[in-house]
DNA sequence: TAGATTGTTAATCGATTAACAATC
DNA sequence: TAGATTGTTAATCGATTAACAATC
């Protein structure tokens, strides 16, 4: 579709304007300037533009852009307006939180199905959903045409659990697991390691700490 | 404590180094030359080495580097030779997670309480820990000298609740809300957007699509 | 038309990689 | 001592910012 490739750096910006564009639209606000966003997001101006060329000129000389316009053209750079459907492997405290997060789906990621290993936590309903046990998990994927697994489970299980997924057909990881997945470069890895979130934290509460 | 500001870029991938020598460390290995944790981590030789010197020399010529040394030193740099004293502000399925995610407080970040607004939740307790109502976090925190809060609360209220935990001295701010919260200088805020690493995923997704 | 603001090129800045002298 | 590997400087690459001509 496009011709460059879009540095990751573009990418991951990309959400945050899809989020401010969203609250002006509902604001009622119908045009923006970059100079306006950059205001209002703390980024400069420059870089909005530069960014949103990437993917084509959506704005106007001497007006602006549209917001209504901008925010649905960013839906569909980031793939929101098709659904996609997602299973949680791991039924623990993180896995049930994300599973019972009703703004995914709103956005089109829906979950079809939740996976766990523990007998004690299969079988049990969460929000009317079944809690279902791993060995089914490898059909489910394949009957159910599930794009994305989100992988809740600890490190130890992680890399067999992923290789499954690869074997029957995922494009997509969400990896909460605190381990780095080496898959074919088909699959799409998206990692969300929470303690290394903490320890840049940690780290630049110290360092401030020191500094002053 | 160091001259030069180290830019947010290294930071980030310390907890990653610093999961790898545990894993050496683990594994009773007791040398690793930059050039074998390159091949380990995918990384380059030269990158490691110019990380790690931002901090000081660590290694030596010859040698390489001693890895339960340079684990420790990595951890310290990282803060976590000292405990923090944290809150969850919002008892709902994501702080409940969290709260219950013990391997947090094996690294010395040690959870002291847990607010809600809801009357229903208050007063329940989450292992064996009593959810107290919001109007006691101020107290709370200034009296149990509460570094960190994690705000698993819905955006609508987070901004409110950020400047309230400003305002009593908190020094970080774990941001698991779905905005931008301004806060002064000081304070240290270290955002998890979940629906804004999801919407990547969709984007390389889709963008992969295309392309082949 | 004149003013505003984009799209885009050029300049700057910072981060990554390569190279090698220092040294264990 | 000779070999290995760091610490560090220099070169490259990419990302951000500035500037401005194009144009609505």
């Known amino acids: 579709m496009e011709e460059k490739e879009i540095s990751q750096a573009v990418v991951g910006r990309l959400p945050r304007y899809f989020r401010y564009l969203g609250e002006l639209k509902d604001e009622g606000i119908e045009r923006v300037s970059s100079q306006e966003l950059s205001d209002i997001m703390q980024v ?27 925010y649905d053209e960013i839906g569909k750079i980031l793939g929101l307006h098709r659904e996609h459907n997602l299973i949680i492997v791991g039924a623990g405290h993180l896995g049930q939180a994300l599973f019972n997060y009703m703004n995914f789906e709103r956005r089109g990621f829906i979950f079809r199905g939740i996976f766990d290993n523990d007998p004690q936590v299969c079988g049990r309903k969460i929000r009317g959903v079944m809690v279902r ?60 390691h929470l303690s290394d979130s903490l320890m840049k934290l940690s780290y630049n509460l110290s360092s401030r700490a020191c500094e002053k």
Not at 47 to 57: A, E, K, P, V
Not at 138 to 157: C, G, M, W, Y
Request: glycine letters at 10%; charged letters at 20%; one cysteine or more.
């Open 133 to 192: 046990p791993m060995d089914e998990m490898e059909s489910f994927v394949r009957e159910n045409d599930i794009d994305i697994a989100v992988l809740t489970i600890p490190k130890a299980s992680a890399v067999e659990v992923a290789e499954q997924l690869v074997g029957c057909g995922i494009k997509g990881i969400w990896n909460f697991a605190h381990v780095d997945l080496r898959v074919p470069d088909r699959i799409q890895v998206e990692n969300v």
């Open 44 to 70: 400069t101006a420059s870089q909005i533009r530069q960014d949103l060329n990437n993917f084509g000129g959506f704005g106007q000389q001497g007006y602006g852009y549209n917001v209504g316009f901008l």
